[in-house]
């Protein structure tokens, strides 16, 4: 005769179909067992089952009349906080479609059914691109692997065409790295680690390397010691690489909380007048930090060094050339 586990299948039935606002009565519960998982069971064993489970931990509440009722009180995620996992999900730039789907559909089975319907209420989707690549999943987790065992890597780097038209980089090329750190920037997930080749520590988009990295039996070089995964950061993700400069901005006092954002709360600041203050602080001189400033519609204004003037402007007329704003003189 088949044996079934009994007091497991009432735990499947609480978790799955109970709540505070959805509860089962003892005959449901037998009924249940009964109909759809060809168990028999008492009145007086469904009892000491549950005991048996609260006793295990779980937080069953009973409510006692002429029939008990029976729901689950708490669960180890509760509402809130599958919503925020659920919208992190969604707006996810480095997830796929398919992977976000499948991903919420776990989620929601960390609540009861009844309790779905909230969360399917309460499910904001973001208007994202989403990447194609199915296998992110597995490639970040080799990566991870890697930098655990502190194993070297190597793989393969999609680009794109002219005509919009993916290709693997450089002909195919086989990049190798040792790996430091997986680091989420802009909704990107990228890979940040050393290049024997390039001689310096660069970065790769993790969504883009075309298929779950090899790890290497070959141990990571050694991080470099000058290396600073903060300066890094900043450079790299921020305003980019270039000539590091000291710079003196001009901002108007509605940008304040802006540039604590950008530069952190340590940032020097003074007055400048009643409308506008001044900052202090060092940036990498280059079309990104340029095209950041110009965004502000000139409410940000280079009060020094008069090199970086000159360069804004240079490329500030360089760009209305091309696009006929000036004409040739």
Not at 112 to 134: M, T
Not at 173 to 198: A, C, R, T
Not at 207 to 219: G, N, Q, S, V, Y
Not at 229 to 256: A, H, P, Q, W, Y
Request: hydrophobic share 35%.
């Amino acid at each position: 005769m088949e044996v079934k586990p009994r007091i497991l299948y009432i735990k499947k039935i609480l978790e799955e179909r109970t709540d505070e606002e959805h509860t089962l009565s003892t005959n449901q519960i037998l009924d249940i067992l009964k109909n759809e998982y060809d168990i028999s069971a008492h009145r007086v064993t469904l009892t000491k089952d549950i005991a048996a489970l609260q006793e295990f931990g779980m937080d069953i509440v009973v409510i006692h009349s002429t029939q008990s009722k029976y729901f689950v009180a708490s669960r180890q995620f509760e509402l809130p906080e599958l919503k925020l996992l659920i919208d992190a999900v969604e707006s996810s730039r480095f997830i796929t479609a398919k992977k976000s789907n499948a991903l919420i559909e776990k989620i929601h089975t960390m609540t009861s059914e009844g309790q779905v319907a909230k969360l399917k209420r309460n499910n904001y989707v973001v208007n994202r691109i989403k990447p194609d690549n199915e296998q992110i999943y597995y490639i970040i987790d080799a990566i991870n692997d890697a930098i655990n065992t502190g194993k070297q890597i190597s793989f393969q780097y999609y680009d794109y065409t002219g005509l919009k038209k993916k290709e693997l980089k450089n002909k195919g090329e086989i990049y190798k790295l040792s790996p430091y750190k997986l680091l989420w920037s802009g909704d990107y997930y990228y890979v940040i680690g050393y290049s024997e080749k390039k001689e310096k520590v660069i970065n790769f988009r993790v969504d883009r390397i075309a298929a779950t990295p090899e790890i290497l039996d070959k141990d990571v070089l050694p991080m470099p010691t000058d290396f600073d995964i903060e300066n890094f950061t900043k450079e790299v993700f921020f305003m980019f690489s270039g000539e590091k400069v000291v710079v003196d901005l001009r901002c108007d006092n509605s940008l304040m909380k802006t540039m604590v954002d950008r530069f952190g709360e340590e940032v020097t600041t003074l007055a400048y007048d009643m409308t506008s203050f001044r900052i202090q602080t060092e940036v990498s001189a280059s079309p990104t930090f340029f095209g950041w400033l110009f965004g502000f519609d000139g409410k940000v204004q280079i009060l020094a060094p008069e090199s970086l003037k000159e360069q804004y402007k240079n490329m500030l007329r360089k760009s209305m050339e091309l696009n006929g704003v000036l004409g040739d003189e």
